[in-house]
């Protein structure tokens, strides 16, 4: 057989597996394209991974599940979240020349539309590999919130658990005096993966060999101190994650002996023009991290999309980004006890960047601080697992366009009844919306946003401890959850296969 017909038939088949359904034809020869636009059907398979939780004794870790209910997606389905080896198992699962035993999940995931949730407490929780197939796939997601009583990184720390992939940006880490940083690396695949890690301080890369070729086994999650990668002291980091070979999750758990500590996830890829959705409106400090990967420095117009539109904060206009260093700028208490988002656009030419947001609430003793990294649009739909009564504040932003969003709250864990409203974001601006909650709650619940109309639209949700008296709080970003991929439209036509 020929090559050109095995490669027809491999690339049939790949669709095939993706999709469930694929047809190959050749082109019509007449030069019109009169292919029908690409159909949009659900993933049939999402992976999803979450790092280890906390190293404090005194942690307590909640895991929320849930998928959306997709249409066209398979009624048959399944999801599982397994725990990873420690990279010292070296992934094998053997402890004292005995096998291990397998645990119990900590969660179950249910059928889409119904949030489940589990906890676990202590030190020892490790990090999971989460599989999802069918009709449990798109949209799967996962939300792992730790509340730690005290000490370093004390409050609350959430990270969505994230999927697998090949490089991550993530500025906004720290080796400063008083900072404990790690970077979590998960494998869920079952060949090692070859992994490199670089940082970037205010003068440019900070040497180091230790970070050059981390190889993370099988199934396994490691965790590596950012301090024992650099002796440099840095206020403001950028660590890239890149991958040699195989995919990982990642993820960097940054801690303060002050302000307590929070999951800084990956900065959306670069780009010259970005958004930080959903700043809290009673921030007390507000520092900016930016870093731009190319050899060409950036000047960016720092806005603030508000209430009430787009505005310049005052001594902030522009800031200037040199290539290959990190910059930090403190904005001081830049929402002034309203809602906002940060805009950044080039002043000039356009050059990508990365960035992220340090957040900071409460005075004194009581501080707490969070991160909100740059953020992709929520696109089709977007969703946020464990929100609690009177705890969860939902920030949309429309910083283009007007839009025209729905807002459906699930069924709680526990019970409930779901609800929706719609809501319209004027152009520029930022809303913190009173987001539906369901009808008769118990226990915690799903929020999924969709785009109805008109421009893009960016979102977090800030999630408050359960002691009114301290400032504990996380945010999470709500990008598109790829429930959905777009497949060619195609006629079979075998004849392709004889020319």
């Given at each position: 057989m020929k090559r050109t017909t095995l490669s027809l038939i491999a690339c049939a088949t790949a669709l095939a597996a993706v999709t469930g359904f694929a047809a190959v034809s050749a082109p019509d020869g007449s030069g019109t394209d009169t292919a029908a636009p690409a159909a949009r059907l659900p993933v049939e398979r999402t992976s999803l991974l979450c790092p280890a939780p906390s190293t404090s004794d005194l942690a307590e870790t909640a895991y929320t599940s849930f998928t959306p209910v997709t249409k066209g997606a398979d009624e048959k389905g399944d999801a599982e979240l397994a725990t990873a080896e420690t990279a010292e198992d070296g992934g094998k699962g053997e402890k004292d020349g005995k096998d291990e035993k397998k645990e119990k999940p900590v969660v179950q995931p249910k059928a889409p539309g119904t949030p489940v949730a589990g906890k676990t407490s202590g030190a020892d929780?490790?990090?999971?590999?989460?599989?999802?197939?069918?009709?449990?796939?798109?949209?799967?997601?996962?939300?792992?919130?730790?509340?730690?009583?005290?000490?370093?990184?004390?409050?609350?720390?959430?990270?969505?658990?994230?999927?697998?992939?090949?490089?991550?940006?993530?500025?906004?880490?720290?080796?400063?005096t008083g900072r404990t940083d790690y970077v979590h690396l998960t494998n869920p695949d079952d060949s090692a993966a070859v992994v490199d890690?670089?940082?970037?301080?205010?003068?440019?890369a900070l040497k180091s060999t230790v970070g050059e070729g981390v190889t993370v086994p099988p199934h396994t999650s490691e965790s590596l101190l950012l301090s024992t990668l650099s002796e440099v002291k840095e206020t403001d980091l950028t660590v890239h994650v890149g991958v040699r070979s195989g995919r990982v999750g990642a993820a960097v758990q940054a801690l303060d002996d002050k302000t307590g500590g929070d999951w800084l996830t990956a900065a959306a890829d670069p780009a010259s023009e970005l958004v930080l959705p959903g700043i809290p409106k009673d921030a007390t400090a507000?520092?900016?991290v930016l870093f731009t990967p190319g050899g060409t420095d950036a000047d960016l117009k720092v806005r603030l999309a508000s209430p009430s539109g787009l505005i310049t904060p005052a001594g902030h206009e522009t800031v200037h980004v040199k290539a290959g260093m990190t910059t930090g700028v403190d904005l001081g208490e830049v929402t002034r006890g309203e809602a906002g988002s940060l805009v950044l656009t080039p002043t000039d030419r356009a050059v990508p960047v990365v960035a992220a947001v340090r957040v900071v609430r409460g005075k004194g003793d009581e501080q707490e601080s969070a991160?909100?990294?740059?953020?992709?649009?929520?696109?089709?739909?977007?969703?946020?697992?464990?929100n609690r009564a009177?705890?969860?504040?939902?920030?949309?932003?429309?910083?283009?366009?007007?839009?025209?969003?729905?807002?459906?709250?699930?069924?709680?864990?526990?019970?409930?009844?779901?609800?929706?409203?719609?809501?319209?974001?004027?152009?520029?601006?930022t809303q913190n919306v009173d987001a539906p909650?369901?009808?008769?709650?118990?226990?915690?619940?799903?929020?999924?946003?969709?785009t109805v109309s008109g421009g893009p639209v960016h979102a977090s949700r800030t999630l408050t401890g359960s002691d009114d008296d301290v400032a504990a709080f996380t945010v999470q970003t709500l990008p598109d959850d790829r429930g959905m991929v777009s497949v060619p439209n195609a006629d079979e036509d075998l004849s392709v296969l004889q020319k």
């Open positions: 929780a490790p990090a999971l590999i989460g599989t999802a197939e069918g009709g449990t796939a798109p949209g799967w997601t996962v939300q792992q919130t730790t509340e730690v009583a005290a000490g370093t990184g004390r409050g609350l720390q959430g990270v969505n658990c994230t999927a697998p992939d090949t490089e991550f940006w993530f500025p906004g880490a720290g080796t400063a890690i670089e940082l970037y301080g205010k003068d440019g507000v520092r900016l991160f909100v990294p740059a953020s992709d649009p929520v696109g089709a739909r977007a969703t946020v697992a464990d009177k705890s969860t504040t939902l920030a949309l932003s429309a910083t283009g366009e007007a839009a025209q969003v729905k807002v459906t709250a699930s069924a709680g864990t526990e019970g409930g009844t779901p609800a929706t409203k719609t809501y319209t974001i004027k152009a520029g601006t909650v369901p009808a008769g709650l118990k226990g915690s619940y799903a929020l999924t946003v969709e």
